[in-house]
């Protein structure tokens, strides 16, 4: 026969043989496929489906990002021929060559094409211009190229606008690029007769456009943003030399024909570019994006990625993730960063690692992601391993768990040991290991057993093993299944009837070793009042009991002045009986009002008016309740003037009511 007593180990034992059965079903181990990393120059590899997947730093390609990422062409600037080169950032110098002009009538200067080309010239289209003297390298009669990046104000003014000039001795002009007066780029040459070519459509205003115009032995042409937009032969294959200025953002000094808007890398050729040339300076890197909308106007990005969105594009930013750290240094380059967080310490920051603890499980599937646990245990299937679970078991018990690896929510620690019942090897701490002792639960360190029935004494219900159970058997400790009692005095025949002589036999004798003839049993435990140690029946000894005769098993004494609350009369003794107290369990040592008993803290609950379960409609109306229970206080001679202006000020300070 199994004792109840026996089941908690039971289950124990049932428990831990599920778990090992488990444990040998798990399935093999995971292997992470980017360990080690495959991808080099700085490429991060993503396990996908166990398969590595390299992501490559700019300027690299191929599976391992170990082929440089070539542009698909050789691109040059031209700068061979190019006489005078004007880059208005905040002077009117010539870059290449020593035609430097000089701002008049307030010419100035404002933003560049882009941040790439700091400032460039900025023209009021009233009467501005920069002038440059004569020089024998703007003498160009034959052959040349002018070129620049303008944003008109307004280019369909009404008016010609120019832009580069270079005007014909005794008036008129000798060589100009310009806008027309609907906003077409246009060519003008001049050798006494006029040829003239411009674009079919308008430059847009406001926005930077390239323009260029080409002369070479009588072909004069037009260009808008690297492309061929208009063209003429004209009559004459050459210009004359003239001795007049070269100027910037005017045409005629008779005329004027002032430019309104920016212009920026203004430029002059001694030759005429070609197409291809043109283009190249449209767009400098030859990616295909126009330097005034390109990211990296000096490196070829035709895709224009700019990771982190800051207008500074991926392969001519030193930072691609913005997180100040340059991706030189970066541990992640392309993933926000700043402190460079590198749990396992493999040189690839948390960011960007798909397996932070390196223990060949990937984040996304590691139920531990920043503690190495390649086993993947989960004792209780709650998604997070064990070795970072604060409640491995999951038996809702945190710290002080008495048996971490075991669920036991009632944390029943029977020897009081230290370890719970549920994984302790000795539950009764008698010295026999669970598996032997016959009395788990019970302290029987001889292990006696009576009738030998595997079941020590000290747990067994059938002491003799007769088939009797100890409390109905009239011998217990002597077999006697037929329970024979031939004098009918309730004493089995095989023992005595009547131990203590009180008239009483001992199988009704609640103290059958005791004189007791009234059989006087207060808590009805089968023990009489004469030999009960606990007379109420509560699980405490009489002599620590706190209430002898009141059943209290938790022996609550609010008050701690040795009497259990079940039997205090004042169980807070704050002077008013419990009958009268309508605040009960008032903290000792607090002033209580002695008609009611109650504290200025139970008058007046922070969460809001006693007796209701709103809140108070305000912090005026919880401070106003306790400066008026404060002054009766003070008024009864309950409380100090000084203490009650502490409390009310207290009251004042709180968040109550608010």
């Known amino acids: 026969m199994i004792s109840r007593k026996h089941v908690p180990y039971l289950l124990s034992l049932a428990l831990f043989l599920s778990l090992a059965t488990a444990v040998r079903a798990m399935p093999p181990l995971p292997t992470d496929a980017c360990d080690p990393n495959p991808c080099v120059n700085g490429g991060t590899c993503a396990d996908v489906g166990g398969e590595a997947v390299c992501t490559c730093l700019p300027g690299w390609t191929g599976k391992d990002c170990d082929v440089p990422d070539e542009p698909a062409e050789t691109c040059t600037v031209p700068t061979s021929g190019e006489v005078a080169r004007w880059q208005g950032d905040g002077n009117a110098q010539d870059s290449v060559d020593s035609n430097h002009g000089t701002a008049l009538n307030g010419a100035g200067y404002g933003s560049g094409l882009s941040d790439f080309f700091d400032q460039g010239f900025a023209f009021d289209g009233v009467n501005d211009y920069v002038s440059v003297p004569d020089s024998p390298s703007l003498s160009l009669t034959t052959s040349f190229t002018l070129a620049a990046w303008i944003k008109p104000t307004n280019p369909a003014n009404g008016n010609v606008q120019g832009i580069l000039s270079k005007p014909r001795d005794g008036g008129g002009t000798g060589y100009r690029m310009s806008l027309a007066p609907d906003g077409a780029a246009r060519i003008g040459l001049n050798n006494g007769s006029n040829c003239v070519a411009g674009s079919a459509a308008s430059v847009p205003a406001g926005q930077w456009t390239h323009a260029a115009v080409t002369f070479d032995a009588g072909a004069a042409s037009v260009y808008l943003d690297g492309a061929f937009a208009a063209g003429t032969t004209c009559a004459f294959s050459s210009l004359a030399d003239s001795s007049e200025p070269f100027v910037l953002g005017r045409e005629l000094p008779s005329l004027g024909r002032y430019f309104g808007g920016a212009v920026d890398q203004a430029r002059v050729f001694d030759h005429a570019l070609s197409e291809a040339e043109i283009r190249n300076l449209w767009d400098t890197d030859c990616d295909d994006v126009g330097d005034d909308a390109d990211n990296c106007p000096f490196d070829v990005n035709p895709g224009q990625e700019d990771h982190e969105g800051d207008g500074l594009g991926d392969v001519c930013d030193p930072d691609d993730d913005n997180d100040s750290v340059v991706d030189t240094s970066d ?219 009141v059943p209290n098993g938790g022996q609550l004494d609010f008050d701690g002045d040795g009497e259990g609350d079940a039997c205090d009369g004042d169980v807070d003794g704050d002077g008013v009986f419990n009958a009268a107290d309508v605040c009960a369990f008032t903290p000792s040592g607090v002033a209580v009002d002695p008609e009611t008993g109650c504290s200025i803290d139970q008058l007046c609950p922070c969460d809001g008016p006693r007796g209701t379960t709103k809140p108070w409609k305000n912090h005026g109306q919880f401070v106003s309740c306790v400066a008026k229970s404060a002054g009766s206080f003070l008024k009864a001679g309950l409380i100090s003037a000084t203490e009650k202006d502490a409390i009310v000020s207290a009251a004042a300070e709180s968040t109550c009511g608010k």
């Open 331 to 549: 541990n992640c380059p392309l993933d926000a960063n700043a402190d460079q967080a590198d749990n396992d310490l493999d040189t690839l920051g948390d960011a960007c690692d798909p397996d932070d603890d390196n223990d060949g499980v990937a984040d996304t599937a590691d139920n531990c992601p920043f503690d190495a646990n390649p086993d993947q245990y989960d004792l209780d299937n709650d998604g997070l391993g064990d070795v970072c679970d604060a409640d491995a078991d999951g038996d809702g018990v945190l710290a002080g768990d008495n048996c971490p690896l075991t669920p036991n929510v009632d944390q029943i620690d029977t020897d009081g040991d230290g370890d719970g019942d549920a994984c302790d090897l000795d539950d009764d701490d008698d010295g026999v290991a669970d598996t032997a002792d016959n009395c788990p639960l019970d302290v029987n360190p001889t292990q006696a057993d009576l009738d030998g029935d595997n079941i020590g004494d000290a747990c067994d219900a059938d002491l003799d093993g007769d088939g009797v159970v100890n409390d109905d058997d009239n011998c217990p400790l002597i077999v006697n299944p037929g329970q024979d009692d031939a004098d009918g005095d309730g004493a089995g025949d095989a023992c005595d009837a009547d131990d203590d002589g009180d008239g009483v036999l001992d199988p009704a004798d609640n103290c059958p070793l005791v004189y007791n003839p009234g059989q006087e049993d207060f808590d009805a435990d089968g023990f009489g009042d004469v030999c009960d140690g606990d007379l109420d029946g509560d699980g405490i000894d009489n002599g620590a009991d706190n209430c002898p005769s």
